[in-house]
């Protein structure tokens, strides 16, 4: 009897990017943090290869994301290069623009010449004849978004992007844009915004049920709220976490006693799940299915297997739902 082997993909939930006919992996990896130019190479390599092994198929990036601002994507272009670049047709890789990059005028925000320019960059980095989505890292107060949308629809028209897409717009910037490229026909099919337990602003602003009745997807970033998320915090704030040591993204004095509270509350109902924190965590983002896929980070190959692990129980029942939100408050 012939039993078929088990291939990464089946390892993998694949959820459908709002209506267009692109497929996210449930859980994608993003190279903000420890990609840059003072991480150690074969950690990344290990936690890439280790990524792709079970079915996370999609890589995020911007042009950014270091130290130093572009470093992720010359690693992530050696990577390729040495390992997964025979599997380009597997993957799907993203990046962004619309932060500050380069000095001068013309290295920030969104304006054509800095699109255009930042992922020409980008692509000579990463050795890629196109990235699979582009973003537009935040919105640009200053120049048209008529202007911002436009450059966007052209970088697809070039063949340099297969589709677009946003980051950090609400609700009602999103209802501009999306306007925008529906106009000029733009493979416009996803939002990337910071959502977790902790911080629910896309509920706020009407932006998941929006994305949702609309052929939106959404990608969240900062699942696990910088860390808090997981059972490191359970007994308050470890010497060698990520507050003690780097203190840009997640501050000691964010990290209230009430909010640690809800954390050692909220790992009571993921033991009872049988899930760790972060499991659970992950799979309460999915849990409508209105959000595509949660963009999670990483600073080894394990921490990555252990987010995977959430999608064995995926499911809420009324009574837990009701719990946590007790919880949340």
């Not at 390729?80 to 047709?89: E, F, H, I, Q």
Request: glycine share 10%.
């Amino acid at each position: 009897m012939y039993i078929a082997k088990e291939t990464r993909y089946d390892r993998m939930q694949y959820n459908r990017c709002g209506a267009s006919g692109l497929l996210l992996p449930a859980v994608s990896l993003g190279l903000w943090h420890n990609f840059g130019s003072s991480g150690n190479f074969d950690n990344m390599m290990d936690m890439c290869q280790t990524a792709f092994d079970n079915g996370i198929t999609h890589f995020d990036l911007a042009n950014n994301y270091g130290p130093a601002p572009g470093a992720a994507e010359e690693n992530f272009g050696r990577i390729l290069k040495k390992s997964l670049g025979v599997y380009r047709d597997e993957l799907v890789i993203s990046t962004k623009a619309g932060y500050d990059m380069w000095p001068g005028p013309y290295g920030d925000w969104g304006s054509r010449k800095y699109l255009v320019a930042s992922l020409d960059q980008s692509l000579k980095r990463m050795g890629l004849d196109y990235v699979d989505i582009y973003y537009h890292h935040r919105p640009d107060p200053a120049t048209p978004l008529e202007e911002t949308a436009g450059a966007l629809d052209s970088i697809v028209r070039s063949g340099k992007a297969l589709y677009v897409g946003i980051s950090n717009y609400d609700k009602e910037q999103t209802i501009a844009i999306g306007e925008l490229f529906r106009k000029m026909g733009t493979p416009f099919i996803i939002n990337q915004r910071r959502y977790s337990m902790l911080d629910r602003g896309i509920e706020q602003d009407g932006l998941k049920d929006y994305a949702a009745e609309h052929g939106i997807g959404i990608i969240t970033f900062c699942p696990l709220a910088q860390g808090l998320l997981t059972d490191r915090y359970l007994n308050g704030i470890p010497a060698d976490s990520r507050i003690r040591t780097d203190g840009r993204f997640l501050k000691e004095s964010a990290v209230r006693e009430e909010t640690l509270q809800k954390v050692r509350a909220l790992g009571e109902v993921a033991g009872e799940r049988g899930q760790s924190l972060a499991q659970m965590a992950l799979a309460w983002i999915l849990r409508d299915g209105d959000i595509t896929s949660v963009l999670i980070g990483a600073s080894r190959a394990s921490q990555i297997l252990d987010n995977v692990g959430m999608l064995s129980n995926l499911h809420f029942d009324e009574r837990e739902r009701e719990r946590i939100d007790s919880i949340l408050g």
